[in-house]
């Protein structure tokens, strides 16, 4: 099992930036796929950006063209830049790594953290 950190939440104004971090632990980080998701109040949780260990990426519609995912494998992290930030974008946002040792496939996640979008 892998230890995941996020940090960056916080409070902005509509239109506005921000970029979250995820620290992973361990030695599977460069072979392991990440991911952000976040759940809204009242609403199921939904996939934002993923990054696969080789670099591929891919969104949610929703945020084509506003969010960015990366990581760096030297430092054991993943971040997801937010720029135009919407009222709707009012989540908690959490890291996931899914990686495989051996013949099992493991899935953990991190605690999360709040990302409120005043207008």
């Known amino acids: 099992q892998v230890q995941l950190v996020e940090s960056g939440g916080g409070l902005v104004q509509a239109g506005g930036s921000l970029r979250l971090s995820c620290v992973v632990s361990?030695?599977?980080?460069?072979?392991?796929?990440i991911a952000w998701y976040r759940r809204a109040p009242g609403k199921q949780r939904e996939l934002v950006a993923r990054?696969?260990?080789?670099?591929?990426?891919n969104y949610a519609d929703s945020v084509k063209g506003r969010f960015t995912i990366s990581r760096d494998n030297a430092k054991n992290t993943v971040d997801l830049q937010m720029t135009s930030l919407k009222p709707e974008d009012t989540a908690v946002y959490s890291c996931?790594?899914?990686?495989?040792?051996?013949?099992?496939?493991?899935?953990?996640w991190g605690q999360g953290t709040q990302v409120t979008v005043s207008s």
């Open positions: 996931n790594a899914q990686y495989w040792r051996g013949i099992y496939k493991y899935d953990d």
């Open positions: 361990g030695p599977t980080f460069s072979s392991a796929t």
């Open positions: 990054i696969t260990s080789g670099g591929n990426t």
